[in-house]
């Protein structure tokens, strides 16, 4: 095969058909050389992806930041990581709950260690979490549920914390679970969060981590993760066994469902009066492919 | 009067009425004027023309009231008088109104207007509780979401970040003792040595170790079911022949496997790849294999 005859990365590819006459065809692109000389392969290329295609955000978390360590200090969520509270958490759905969410409800109590499952019979949220506050509730939890199946969350931080409004996708039941183990037992789990880096997934997911009592019994072997992945943040709860000190195997027990964050608001739940810390706004915020805000 | 009754002989009984509706046990009016909603010769507005009824309009009850004076102008026939908002005074209006009307058109008219008031509070009290609000779902962007999120699932590989968060939290001693795995402190303790008494000079060396690492483990893990099937044949192969071998190297792995950890393997439900580590022991142990056979 010649090589540049054309001077310009040129290359002309020989090719023989059937009847054996030969074909000149010009490709464009850089002189393959390496198909003659394969020691001077060109190094493999990274893929692009579109976590590495990132746009990259102003606002994300270095974990070292003076002011970020400094707000967590002082933010709602210090007593909480101060040990000074336990988690006591209220799970209650809206009004009238189908089968499904009746379970998915009852199956998240038992994953949550220290919570509780309470009817909702037509009571207004405002009237519920001054009771809540008054028993010592720390987080109120609130399924919302459309045509049988639940699609929403409200996550509530009671002692005035912030209330973080989910939409809950994939919703999994423990017995729609293949190869799934036996039920969760009574120990505390571990928590496992991955990839909340922005300013604003920080809070969400220390919020998240306020759910579960401060230290886990390793008994137990058990383990809540909440993994965000452009934007969505997957929930799985597993049993895992260590079988060498670099092999480790899971089970997953448990329900699963993923949450999209859609807003943030400052103050206990509130749909009128509430100041907004940050809300999902799909004409300003969707609009690239590569940008994500958690 | 007597017109009456031709209208209800005609309407009501033989022919045609645009508002009646007639059910397997039932016949109802819809002529909006209607007191009481059946089709009935005391109850049909066009049968009779002297009638009355209560309809609400905003909240608000007015009684309607019809007489044969105006049976000739269509657009006065109607008399339309607003009834207080007190229930008892509706009532006497009610009364003072209808003044030598017959009992029934009296009696019916004060039972529509206790129905109406009836609703009309349940509404006022509905409004003040929660209302479901009903958000419209947008079909596009549902189908956006989810496939977003399916891709999402995909690129976070769950199972993989939660087993390496898991050994990150097992080489940062979170779990202190309950995990015995000597080895384990063996290869810190190496790799603290190496990583001391080599200089930068060995960087090369330790990036194309790291490289070679890189492609070990992309090697295994793509391969996996090929090398799982590749064991077995090789277990197949050599059964009949180093079958001694096998059970030496199989009693090592079991041996160790209970050295490494207290906590009991839970059996064939902890598996869920082929083991790897055979794959480690075959690089090392070829020699001693070929010199067997």
Known sequence: ??????????????????????????????????LRRPKLAPPKAIPKTIENQRVYDETTVDLND??????????????????????????????????????????????????????????????????????????LIVINEDRKIPNGLVLSHLPDG????????????????????????????????????????????????????????????????????????????????FKSEKKVGIQELGPRFTLKLRSLQKGTFDSKFGEYEWIHKRREMDTSRRKFHL | MHSD?????????????SYKITTKTQNFCRNEYNLTGL????????????????????????LYMKTIERAAFPRRLWERVLLSKNYEKALEEIDENLIYWPRFIRHKCKQRFTKITQYLIRIRKLTLKRQRKLV???????????????????????????????????????????????????DKALQQQEA????????????????EDMDKREFVEAEDSDLSDFED????????????????????????????????????????????????????????KTKAA
């Open chain 1, 66 to 139: 003076e002011e970020v360590a400094f707000d967590e200090a002082t933010d709602e969520f210090a007593p909480y990581f101060n040990r000074q509270t336990v988690p006591k958490i209220l799970i209650t759905t809206s009004d009238r709950p189908r089968g499904r969410t009746v379970r998915f409800c009852e199956q998240l109590s038992t994953v949550i260690p220290n919570s509780h499952v309470y009817y909702r019979r037509g009571l207004a949220l405002k009237r519920i979490i001054p009771q809540c506050i008054a028993r010592d509730f720390t987080d």
């Open chain 2, 5 to 17: 009754d031709v209208i209800w002989d005609t309407l009501g009984n033989r022919q045609f009425c």
């Open chain 1, 162 to 241: 912030p209330t973080a409004h989910f939409r809950m996708s994939s919703v999994r039941l423990r017995k729609e679970i293949k190869r799934k183990g036996k039920e969760p037992t009574e120990h505390t789990p571990e928590v496992i969060l991955n990839n909340f880096t922005t300013r604003l997934g920080h809070p969400v997911g220390r919020m998240l981590a306020c759910l579960f009592p401060h230290s886990p019994q390793f008994i137990g072997r058990q383990v809540a993760t909440f993994h965000n992945q452009r934007d969505y943040i997957f929930f799985r709860f597993h049993r895992y066994i």
């Open chain 2, 39 to 62: 089709c009935n010769r005391s109850s049909c507005p066009l049968a009779n023309s002297q009638y009355a009824t209560v309809r609400e309009e905003k909240g608000r009850c007015y």
């Open chain 2, 196 to 211: 001391e008494s080599e200089s930068e000079s060995d960087a090369e060396k330790e990036e194309e170790e790291d490289e």
């Open chain 2, 233 to 288: 044949m090789d277990k197949l192969e050599t059964s009949s022949e180093e079958e001694q071998e096998e059970e030496e190297e199989v009693e090592k792995k079991a041996s160790r496997s209970k050295a490494k950890g207290k906590t009991p393997l839970k059996g064939p439900a902890r598996r869920k790849r082929p083991y790897i580590e055979i794959e480690y022991e075959k690089e090392t142990e070829p020699a001693t």
């Open chain 2, 136 to 186: 419209p779902l947008r079909r596009k962007i549902e189908r956006r979401e989810k496939r977003r999120e399916e891709k999402a699932l995909i690129a976070a590989q769950l199972d993989n970040a939660i087993e390496k968060e898991l050994l990150e939290r097992l080489k940062q001693d979170t779990y202190g003792d309950i995990y015995n795995f000597p080895i384990h402190a063996f």
């Open chain 1, 1 to 34: 095969m010649g090589d540049n005859w054309l001077g310009c990365g040129v290359q002309q590819v020989l090719i023989t058909s059937a009847k054996s006459t030969k074909m000149w065809v010009i490709t464009s692109g850089a002189p393959q050389e390496h």
